[in-house]
């Protein structure tokens, strides 16, 4: 069974950084055409796609985020690390590690088809 | 970046209705693009990529057409377990931007 899982809830205050690691298992991130990353959802609002590290250790980001945002695989371990700086009470929300992968092995073509339960990190003083 | 844009954000619909949703991309994505169902409390689920391939257990009421710019998600007959909110997204290019969202609401 392939899961994904975040971590529990956090709070954090404003101006410090925030530490997410994503603990994946039934798969591996060295595997051609898998990544994982992270996508966040503000409360009542949309989905924003944060991050993403693929199985050659190619690394994306969302370009509003970029400079607080690093993304760093942890292949023995099966995890993901997301590191984001600076936080601000509006990075208020869900954050959701999700796995990113080939919709047809070989193309360009990926989707979504693992999504953990998500984490909810509160910013708050 | 590319932008998403999702009309409706929201419908009120019946059961047994014909619902469409649109998407549109600021530049052209070919069939870069999939589809995401998310119920309240949840996280979301796929539902078709490639802008018109239905995702394995997908019940066949829903379908999914375009390219390029203009997208629609459609359910044929709509069930009382479609009452969700629905997410486009392109993976065209990074970062895989999502539109705001599409409430599918009980009339």
């Known amino acids: 069974q392939i899961t994904v899982k975040e971590p529990g809830p956090t709070l954090v205050k404003p101006t410090q950084t925030l530490t997410l690691t994503c603990s994946f298992s039934?798969?591996?991130?060295?595997?051609?055409?898998?990544?994982v990353g992270w996508i966040r959802q503000p409360p009542g609002k949309a989905l924003e796609w944060l991050a993403l590290?693929?199985?050659?250790?190619?690394?994306r980001y969302g370009p509003s985020l970029k400079s607080r945002l690093t993304i760093t695989k942890v292949t023995s371990y099966n995890q993901v690390v997301l590191t984001m700086t600076n936080m601000d009470p509006v990075d208020t929300g869900t954050y959701y590690c999700v796995r990113d992968v080939w919709a047809v092995a070989g193309t360009d073509y990926y989707y979504i088809d693992v999504w953990g339960k998500g984490t909810t990190v509160t910013v708050s003083s | 970046d590319i932008q998403m844009t999702q009309s409706p954000s929201s419908l009120s619909a019946s059961v047994g209705d014909r619902v469409t949703i649109t998407c549109r991309a600021s530049q052209s994505i070919g069939r870069y693009l999939n589809w995401y169902q998310q119920k309240p409390g949840k996280a979301p689920t796929l539902l078709m990529y490639a802008a018109s391939s239905l995702q394995s257990g997908v019940p066949s009421r829903v379908s999914g057409s375009g390219s390029g710019t203009d997208f629609t998600l459609t359910i044929s007959s709509l069930q009382p377990e479609d009452f969700a909110t629905y997410y486009c997204q392109q993976t065209y290019s990074t970062p895989r931007t999502f539109g705001g969202g599409t409430k599918v609401e009980i009339k």
């Open positions: 039934g798969f591996s991130l060295t595997t051609r055409g898998v990544g």
């Open positions: 590290v693929y199985w050659n250790d190619d690394k």
